[in-house]
């Protein structure tokens, strides 16, 4: 059976690297012209890592990742209030990895080429549409310029293809765009010295406001430094968030040059008057 799957991030290459493993003929379409280590840090729970193990990535993912030991909760002032542990130090059969979203995306890109071979990853090719006839399903791409990239018919098309998937707007086109939360997210990987056990998750503050961070790299850690994603929300609502935001870039702005004014009689200038800024709120 052939299968082609739209999409080579996380989720595409789980599913061509598992369905290769029980026998069937796969082919993966990435719509970037290149696939390369983005993003920033992500979990994987001990049934993922269960998966991936079962797939030959376990080593990898051990040599790359941190082996999360706790999770850590604290309060806004940073006073810890409770600690659960995670994956082995739990019980579980398997870790929970702690890893940058990059270097997962390259481990299952490396597994897949020598797996499936390279020309069955074939980047550059986004779908655009599909048709089905009888047993078969004929699948179109276009290349990062818009131009037709040609076609491809297989029994099954998995779609993996992101947010904007175009096999979710053929089904439901009229759903319209994503609906926000009503949460603003600020994420971002700092390189630092390590924190309590050195394989500790803080999460300090509560759903509506709360800042997370965690270690996501071994090197770094068998260098005695530590690569530590973070993450900080807050649930405004979008007119409040958009007020805040206007509010301090109003703040923030540099003050315009002062204005002279010349005496009404005698032509003297009066001096400028530097005018106070209130801090950002």
Not at 62 to 72: D, R, Y
Not at 205 to 226: E, L
């Amino acid at each position: 059976m052939k299968i082609a799957i739209a999409g080579a991030g996380i989720g595409g290459l789980s599913a061509a690297l598992a369905l290769h493993a029980r026998g069937f003929d796969v082919t993966v379409f990435e719509a970037a012209p290149q696939i390369g280590p983005l993003g920033v840090g992500i979990n994987l729970l001990p049934h993922a890592v269960g998966v991936l193990s079962g797939l030959g990535l376990g080593d990898a993912l051990a040599a790359t990742a941190i082996e999360t030991k706790e999770l850590v909760f604290m309060n806004r002032f940073g006073r810890e209030i409770l600690t659960d542990a995670r994956g082995i130090a739990a019980g579980y059969a398997h870790p929970q990895f702690s890893i940058h979203r990059g270097e997962l995306q390259m481990i299952l890109l490396a597994a897949a080429n020598r797996a499936l071979g390279a020309d069955r990853i074939r980047p550059g090719h986004r779908l655009a549409t599909f048709s089905q006839s009888g047993a078969s399903v004929e699948s179109r791409f276009v290349d990062p310029r818009g131009a037709a990239a040609g076609g491809f018919v297989s029994d099954v098309l998995v779609a993996a293809d992101g947010i904007h998937s175009a096999v979710r707007a053929h089904f439901h086109p009229d759903e319209g765009m994503p609906k926000w939360n009503g949460i603003t997210m600020w994420r971002g990987v700092t390189e630092g010295n390590p924190f309590l056990s050195g394989r500790s998750m803080v999460w300090a503050g509560w759903s509506a406001q709360k800042f997370v961070c965690y270690p996501i790299s071994r090197p770094h850690a068998d260098r005695g430094r530590s690569l530590i994603n973070w993450i900080a929300d807050l649930r405004t609502g979008s007119t409040e968030m958009l007020r805040r935001q206007l509010a301090h870039a109003q703040e923030s702005a540099p003050p315009a040059p002062p204005r002279r004014r010349a005496a009404a009689k005698s032509g003297r200038r009066r001096p400028a008057v530097a005018r106070r800024r209130r801090p950002p709120p």
